[in-house]
T-cell receptor, first 110, second 113 residues
Framework: QKEVEQNSGPLSVPEGAIASLNCTYS??????FFWYRQYSGKSPELIMS????GDKEDGRFTAQLNKASQYVSLLIRDSQPSDSATYLC??????????FGTGTRLQVFP | DTGVSQDPRHKITKRGQNVTFRCDPI?????LYWYRQTLGQGPEFLTY????????KSRLLSDRFSAERPKGSFSTLEIQRTEQGDSAMYLC???????????FGQGTRLTVV
């Protein structure tokens, strides 16, 4: 089992729709969770962090965390073509190092 | 405001040569991470530092790879006797502490020919 798992996609959504990206992790001791956006050929850019169970909203982005289910998600409301990118889930586990999933490629079509 | 800086941005080297990359973290960030990323994959953990101490090195990492952070500020990643399989994007990230957000530099793209 991989430490952090994501569906590689692509996830295709129409402009204006809600995109839902999911991530599961294996280390129950994990305390910090992050979502990064990565455009092709560029480095990852931090968009959300979440540390406690529940929802955290920032503009069009909402991160959701459920530690009991070892599940973290990212919702993007009113998706725009400029949101088309790979979204990386990252988890900081008991050893303090940041572990990434393989990423989900999101495509928003007009 | 200066973010994480990596140098060089691109490096082309012949197989068997040694290469060294530099990372300058955000000022006052104690944690510094190195990752490697190949096409279609997420960043793969290589090693990380708390100040000048190297806390962990990936078990998957060959002995040809070494990293230093001599004064707890910038870090270098050296690859000796490069192989074609070393071709990848090498990413550096830093964070203020163990449980805060990490920010990436622009990366160094290595091509071994």
């Amino acid at each position: 089992q991989k430490e952090v798992e994501q569906n590689s996609g692509p996830l295709s959504v129409p402009e204006g729709a809600i995109a839902s990206l999911n991530c599961t992790y294996s280390d129950r001791g994990s305390q910090s969770f992050f979502w990064y956006r990565q455009y092709s050929g560029k480095s990852p850019e931090l968009i959300m962090s979440i540390y406690s169970n529940g929802d955290k909203e920032d503009g069009r982005f909402t991160a959701q965390l459920n530690k009991a289910s070892q599940y973290v998600s990212l919702l993007i409301r009113d998706s725009q073509p400029s949101d088309s990118a790979t979204y990386l889930c990252a988890v900081r586990g008991g050893t303090d190092k940041l572990i990434f999933g393989t990423g989900t490629r999101l495509q928003v079509f007009p | 405001d200066t973010g994480v800086s990596q140098d060089p941005r691109h490096k082309i080297t012949k197989r068997g040569q040694n290469v060294t990359f530099r990372c300058d973290p955000i000022s006052e960030h104690n944690r510094l991470y190195w990752y490697r990323q190949t096409l279609g994959q997420g960043p793969e953990f290589l090693t990380y530092f708390q100040n000048e101490a190297q806390l962990e090195k990936s078990r998957l990492l060959s002995d040809r790879f070494s990293a230093e952070r001599p004064k707890g500020s910038f870090s270098t990643l050296e690859i000796q006797r490069t192989e074609q399989g070393d071709s990848a994007m090498y990413l550096c990230a830093s964070s203020f502490s163990a449980d805060t957000e990490a920010f990436f530099g622009q990366g160094t793209r290595l091509t071994v020919v």
